[in-house]
């Protein structure tokens, strides 16, 4: 069956989508200086990826979906600060591996991939308002 | 008249085109949708389908084009590292000419059921 507005099922996946990857950038920047989790380790991000899959729904349409929210090992920096609570006996402290401008980065990319899909529902309202203009 | 109208190879053809343009969207939104999937290729209207509209529109005789379907365009350029061949620059290019396009159709369905409307009223509105 073809939707009134064509291509929304797909633009509302992404939307979706990308909404989640801005709340994983979110927690990141959140915690870009927990040195003490819930398991007593530094805090270690989060990373985001997608997959493209069939509409479930039988439109054709490829959707977007996030398959998974992974934490990224690699290990932070371990500065010199006597005075944290993490610190160890040499007065270092393992700190998160969130890296600010890397997040911004995400953060920014994340924000103009869901602008562009504003601008598909956008496009695709007009196309549907003109076709109701059709014989008028 | 009425005969004519719906028989006019313009009408017959923007009837079609409307759908294709309509469908083309769609393809246009799966690829924005997509453009941070690994792997994803970008789609687009069939060759198959585009090819034999071109050819019986060459010809005059609109009669019997498959249906507009969507399939992965093979004339995509090079892939991004991930495997990703959507760019955001053309995509949105792709959907403004597309839009302008079914604006454009639509005006000339409008236009030609109005004339008709007018031939039997004679009124112009």
């Given at each position: 069956m073809m939707n009134l507005i064509p291509g929304v099922d797909a633009t509302a996946s992404a939307l979706n989508a990308e909404n989640i990857r801005m709340d994983v950038v979110a927690e990141n920047i959140a915690n870009a200086?927990?040195?003490?989790?819930?398991?007593?380790?530094p805090y270690q991000r989060k990373v985001v990826s997608f997959e493209a899959m069939l509409d479930p729904a039988g439109t054709g349409q490829t959707t977007v979906q996030v398959s998974q929210v992974a934490t990224d090992n690699t290990p932070g920096e371990t500065i010199y600060d006597?005075?944290?609570?993490?610190?160890n006996k040499e007065g270092m402290v393992k700190m998160p591996n969130v890296n600010l401008s890397t997040e911004m980065v995400d953060l920014m990319t994340s924000s103009r991939a869901y602008e562009a899909n504003l601008a598909v529902i956008r496009n695709a309202r007009q196309m549907a308002a003109k076709a109701l203009t059709i014989g008028h | 008249m009425i005969e004519s109208l719906f028989s006019d190879p313009n009408y017959a053809a923007s009837k079609v085109l409307l759908d294709a343009t309509a469908e083309r969207h769609e393809a246009l939104a799966s690829n924005i949708a997509n453009l941070?999937?690994?792997g994803y290729k970008r789609v687009d209207l069939s060759s198959s389908f585009t090819e034999a509209f071109a050819a019986q529109v060459k010809s005059g005789q609109i009669d019997n084009i498959p249906q507009p379907t969507i399939e992965q365009d093979p004339n995509a350029g090079t892939s991004r590292q991930d495997g990703n061949n959507v760019q955001l620059d053309k995509e949105l290019m792709a959907m403004s000419s597309n839009s302008l396009q079914y604006d454009t159709l639509t005006e000339f369905v409008s236009g030609s059921l109005k004339q008709l409307q007018m031939a039997i009223t004679g009124k112009t509105s």
């Open positions: 200086y927990t040195t003490h989790g819930a398991d007593g380790q006597p005075s944290n609570p993490d610190a | 941070e999937t690994p």
